[in-house]
């Protein structure tokens, strides 16, 4: 693997010069460097803590930078805010988004651009307008620009990130992880806008953990590793493998654990009987203790309020919950953290609803359980800090965490705080949501032997995932849901992205058997 001098006609579009960042005594950049030439579409790509989202916050406008120089089309700049980064052509299509959730989607979109007139009034019918015919032409024409924020997915909010940044038709655009909360076709539609704007002349800086994305959509890569650059290559100068030991400095040898057998007379841990809740309809299936059950669908077929239903975060309408056998009621997710119960949810959206960023990890993963380390109404702080410790340490993050706020950690090392509050809390059922979403390789093998683990003590893990790859490479089993339902079973040598796939778009007979109802359950042991 050799070295990458990369033919650049004029000036690069933007160019970083041995770029320096420090917060105190955490060096976020070291000497980061990179080109990218007009009109192509580069790839940067780096662990969480890498430095990716501070080389993203830079180009940005949103931070300074310590040492080093940034170039804009040869032109040296330094943004003192966003509005000089616009000014310069540049914008950001964030994966932890910028928009607030209780304004419209013409608001959000115009923001902080809205059209005024006289005595400084809003043009909401010009701006419902400019944003309808915007969306439109980006095949988004189903989203109603008078939609509020709240009340739509996540992955859909991801597509109107990407539009707002397009809607100021940027000479550079910056999309940071903008496919990791879509899938499929909404992948699909990404890359041929990305096809069209580079066709037109955009750069395109594409910060992504899905090699496959790369190799599709980029021509050049550069990769980050603990704040410096390790090297730039065109995209098919190197493989995956030499990618990978790039990123986190070693080899790795296998992508998945190997599975362990799960005994037939395992005991059933969580079981479900015709439940409906929110979304989800009639939904029947079993959980066995050192089992990981996978779940598949596209977006919005109600997996998700599968899982708030089991976490009582939704209430069921009809049906049954058992755990070891018993009907369990829950009526709020207390309920299902209780001791008794111990199931646990690591969420879809981490920072907003996984984590309170600015309380550091004790307070995040004792906060559920905080009466468990309470003695003569006060608490228990050298009892709290050691099962606190002792969670950090199995899953792998620093012991700083003990007294610094979530915020000030990366994105896979939040998501591994969320997981410690799991075991802080002693579950024994884990309902994992995209657990991997946004998160880079070396951890992402790092949750993946965390879960592994989990199940080979004894636990039991509901998993979807937006990646089929992990939930064929983990799961004993794989349910696929299906138009709020449970349309479909795979096991062993049936588990394949095919059949996956043909289920997920509603063609059940030909992925497998349907999933039986509440009288059949047994065929399912």
């Known amino acids: 693997m050799r070295e990458s001098t990369i033919p650049l006609t004029g000036a690069p579009a933007i160019s970083v010069a041995h770029v320096r960042k420090v917060y105190g005594p955490t060096v976020a950049l070291a000497d980061a460097s990179f080109a990218a030439s007009a009109g192509s579409v580069h790839a940067l790509l780096g662990e969480n803590g890498a430095g990716k989202s501070t080389m993203v916050k830079m180009l940005s ?27 310069a052509g540049l914008q950001t299509a964030f994966q932890e988004l910028t928009q607030i959730p209780d304004l419209t989607v013409w608001e959000n979109m115009l923001l902080p651009y809205q059209p005024t007139g006289f005595a400084g009034l809003l043009r909401r019918r010009h701006g419902q307008a400019q944003v309808a015919a915007h969306l439109e032409s980006l095949g988004l024409g189903a989203i109603s620009p008078r939609a509020e924020l709240r009340g739509l997915d996540l992955s859909v909010r991801q ?206 993963t004792t906060l559920p359980v905080i009466d468990r380390f309470i003695r003569s109404g006060l608490i228990d702080n050298a009892r709290e800090q050691a099962a606190v410790s002792a969670a950090l340490a199995r899953v792998q993050v620093d012991q700083r965490a003990l007294y610094m706020p979530a915020r000030s950690f990366s994105g896979g ?17 884990l309902l994992l949501f995209d657990p991997t979403r946004g998160v880079d390789v070396g951890t992402k093998h790092q949750i993946y032997r965390l879960i592994a683990d989990f199940a080979a003590a004894g636990g039991a893990v509901l998993m979807y995932s937006t990646e089929i790859a992990e939930v064929i490479g983990l799961s004993h089993r794989v349910l696929v849901a299906y138009s709020g339902r449970i349309t479909c079973e795979l096991a062993g040598a049936d588990i394949s992205e095919a059949a996956i796939m043909r289920a997920a778009l509603g063609h059940a007979d030909e992925a497998g058997p349907a999933t039986p109802q509440p009288s059949r359950l047994g065929a399912l042991a």
């Open 61 to 87: 406008g949103l931070v300074r930078p310590d040492q080093g120089e940034i170039s804009v089309f040869g032109r040296a700049v330094r943004f003192a805010s966003p509005r000089d980064a616009h000014a």
């Open 159 to 364: 597509k109107i990130e990407i539009a707002r940044a397009l809607l100021r038709k940027p000479k550079i655009l910056l999309l940071d992880e903008p496919t990791s909360t879509l899938s499929g076709g909404d992948i699909q539609w990404l890359g041929d806008i990305m096809a069209k704007l580079k066709q037109a002349g955009t750069t395109i800086l594409f910060i992504s953990h899905r090699m496959p994305e790369v190799r599709d959509f980029c021509d050049e890569l550069t990769i980050l590793r603990n704040g410096q650059s390790v090297g730039t290559f065109p995209v098919g100068a190197v493989s995956d493998e030499e990618v990978i030991e790039r990123i986190i400095g070693r080899s790795i040898a296998a992508t998945f654990p190997p599975k362990r057998v799960v005994e037939a007379a395992a005991p059933v841990v969580l079981e479900a009987r015709d439940l409906s809740g929110g979304d989800i309809k009639g939904a029947s299936f079993r959980l066995r203790a050192g089992e990981i059950l996978g779940v598949a669908g596209l977006q919005g077929m109600g997996q998700r309020d599968l899982f708030l239903t089991l976490f009582g975060d939704i209430e069921a309408e009809r049906g049954d919950i058992r755990i070891d056998g018993a009907t369990a009621t829950l009526r709020s997710p207390r309920d299902a953290i209780d001791a008794r119960i111990g199931i646990n949810l690591v969420p879809e959206e981490r920072k907003t609803e996984g984590l309170f960023l600015k309380l550091d990890a004790c307070a995040n």
């Open 413 to 429: 090392n939040q998501q591994k705080i969320v997981l410690a509050r799991c075991l802080v809390a002693g579950s024994r059922i």
